[in-house]
Structure formats: structure tokens, C-alpha cells
């Protein structure tokens, strides 16, 4: 069965420090995506970055930086230099490619890691 | 731009009572979905749409009911509340299948069952 695990529940550092934030997934499939999602204090969340199961390649945009390794099948997100506004708690989802109609319209979502960063 | 917009952003019922919760998006998106949110569990999909009229059950269906007249509206009802169902209701969509596009949510309501 399909899983997303975040071991971290809460991660607290001190501004200008380097952090990353652990994804582990568990699926069947060879075709999947993978997605992180930002949710600030102020409650919405924000889609941070979708990377499909075929492209390994690291992802680098401005501070934020996704490695994806799937002989150890997680997606891991690292924050350079963090900020105070980078408090947030992250999720990190994932969506097979099955045929089956409910799997084509769900994410299965990890419980999340709650970010503190302090000034 | 308004993206989607969920009203109400605050709610507190007394046991048995009903409600709606209503979801709107202007982006003419075909998919939207509903989402709960408790802690420590992330989300998980309550019901969802795939276009106008369509309608089906998601992982914790039992308790909520759905419909979708209009492409851009998709509401949310409560037909006896439960303290269980306390909670924060997200409201999302997409174009296409979310494996492809992800989703942009509404920024949610948090409902308290009493």
C-alpha cells in the first residue's frame, strides 16, 4: 500500500541555519509523483514542488532544494540559510499512476513536519 | 484573482446540527475535492469531483455528503454533526488529475463540534 511517513513532527532552528526536512514513501508503482506543500501559520497551503518518479535530478529553486533518491525512496527538502518567514509546517505527498479511478484523484499525504525558525 | 474561496472560514456547532460548507474556484477547473485536516494525521480526502454533476466518496466519506451543480461550486454538508468531525476543511482543485498538476486550495474552515 501506498504511504508517505515524515519522521520529523517538529524541527526547530535558528535563523540562517541550513535544515533539512525528511520524506519517506511506499509504493508499488514505478510511475509516481511526488509533491511538497508549504502551510504558513496563516493556514493555506502552498504547492511547493511536483517531481514525476523518471527524473532523479535535484531540484534547486533560489534557497530551497529537493533531493530525490529512489534507491532509498524518499524526497527529502532542504532549506539554505533559513528565514523566519520559512516557519511553516511542510508536507510532503505522494500520487501513483495506476489505472484504478481512485488512486488517479488522491494524494496520500505525509502528517507533516512543523518548521520553527527562530530569529 | 481569486482562486479558491471557502466560506465559512469559522464555524462552531452543537452536536446534531447541520451545515454547508461551500467551496468556489474561478479558474474553470474540472476537478475539486474536499479534505480534513486533523493533527498529526495530514490530509485526507473526504469526497471529490470530477466535473459537474459527478460526485464520489474519498477515504473518510461517512458522515459528509457532496454536490456539485455548478462546475465552479462544490459544497460540503454535514447532515448531523459529531465532536469527531471537528476539524479544518480544505476545499482544492485542479485541471487535470493532481498527480499531473497538484492542487490549489481554499484556505479552510475550522469547524468545532460541541
Known amino acids: 500500500a501506498q504511504k508517505v511517513t515524515q519522521a520529523q513532527t517538529e524541527i526547530s532552528v535558528v535563523e540562517k541555519e541550513d535544515v533539512t526536512l525528511d520524506c519517506v514513501y511506499e509504493?508499488?508503482?514505478?510511475?509516481?509523483?511526488l509533491f511538497w506543500y508549504k502551510q504558513p501559520p496563516s493556514g493555506e497551503l502552498v504547492f511547493l514542488i511536483r517531481?514525476?518518479?523518471?527524473d532523479e535530478q535535484n531540484e534547486i529553486s533560489g534557497r530551497y532544494s529537493w533531493n530525490f533518491q529512489k534507491s532509498t525512496s524518499s524526497f527529502n527538502f532542504t532549506i539554505t540559510a533559513s528565514q523566519v518567514v520559512d516557519s511553516a509546517v511542510y508536507f510532503c505527498a505522494l500520487s501513483e499512476a495506476r489505472e484504478e479511478v481512485d488512486s488517479n484523484y488522491q494524494l496520500i499525504w505525509g502528517a507533516g513536519t512543523k518548521l520553527i525558525i527562530k530569529p | 484573482n481569486a482562486g479558491v474561496t471557502q466560506t465559512p472560514k469559522f464555524r462552531v456547532l452543537k452536536t446534531g446540527q447541520s451545515m454547508t460548507l461551500l467551496c468556489a474556484q474561478d479558474?474553470?477547473?474540472?476537478?475539486m475535492y474536499w479534505y480534513r485536516q486533523d493533527p498529526g494525521m495530514g490530509l485526507r480526502l473526504i469526497h471529490y469531483?470530477?466535473?459537474?454533476?459527478?460526485?464520489a466518496k474519498g477515504e473518510v466519506p461517512d458522515g459528509y455528503n457532496v454536490s456539485r451543480l455548478k462546475k465552479q461550486n462544490f459544497l460540503l454538508g454535514l447532515e448531523s454533526a459529531a465532536p469527531s468531525q471537528t476539524s479544518v476543511y480544505f476545499c482544492a482543485s485542479s485541471p487535470r488529475t493532481p498527480r499531473n498538476y497538484g492542487y490549489t486550495f481554499g484556505s479552510g474552515t475550522r469547524l468545532t463540534v460541541v
Open positions: 517531481r514525476n518518479s523518471f
Open positions: 509504493t508499488r508503482d514505478t510511475t509516481y509523483y
Open positions: 479558474m474553470n477547473h474540472e476537478y
Open positions: 469531483s470530477v466535473g459537474e454533476g459527478t460526485t
